[in-house]
């Protein structure tokens, strides 16, 4: 199952075109630790792992607006890079739906949906899509590694020993 919001000037469908980057999102709870993750990674038309983030956080929130935090930091980050052509995935229904379709905005995390938007017009061209767990084992596993860190974690074209062979997999 694959949903799309093309807003602004809309990205072509399909395998992204050069210049065109993947961003990937996802939230981890760690209830033992009172914790959650946040993890984003990026990639080129090709596969190949331009940057990627790690990032500790409270968990006093709701796991769907946990999400959307993972969401807006990817947009963040994507920005952060200089990227003006993104298609954004995660694996979270209920945030890609309010995305989708304006259901967010009484939601406990509207605000953060809302500010997405506001960040989102700051690109070329943004497509948001949802995508299974299974295609966001990547984004996932940078959201688990937050539980070992000490702190926010970015990386930029080199990757973690442990999560290096995750993209490999996950392109070919």
């Known amino acids: 199952m694959s949903w799309s919001l093309l807003t602004l000037r809309p990205c072509n469908s399909g395998a ?6 993947k961003v990937n999102f996802d939230a981890a709870v ?13 990639r080129d038309n090709c596969g190949a792992a331009i940057g990627a983030l790690s990032m500790p956080t409270s ?25 003006s052509r993104v298609v954004i995935e995660g694996d979270s229904a209920v945030v890609i739906d309010a995305l989708l379709n304006g259901t967010g905005k009484l939601a406990s995390y509207g605000n953060i949906l809302d500010d997405i938007h506001v960040q989102a017009s700051a690109f070329q061209c943004i497509a948001f899509n949802y995508v299974s767990r299974v295609c966001n084992s990547v984004a996932d596993a940078l959201a688990r590694k937050a539980s070992s860190s000490v702190g926010f974690q970015v990386w930029l074209e080199d990757l ?6 995750l993209v ?3 392109v070919h």
């Open 59 to 83: 968990l006093d929130r709701s796991v769907a607006e946990l999400e959307a935090l993972a969401c807006h930091r990817a947009v963040q980050f994507a920005l952060e890079i200089g990227l």
């Open 30 to 42: 760690f209830r033992s630790s009172n914790l959650a993750g946040l993890g984003v990674i990026v």
């Open 168 to 170: 490999f997999c996950d």
């Open 16 to 21: 992204p075109a050069p210049k065109i980057y």
């Open 160 to 165: 973690p020993a442990d999560i290096a062979p």
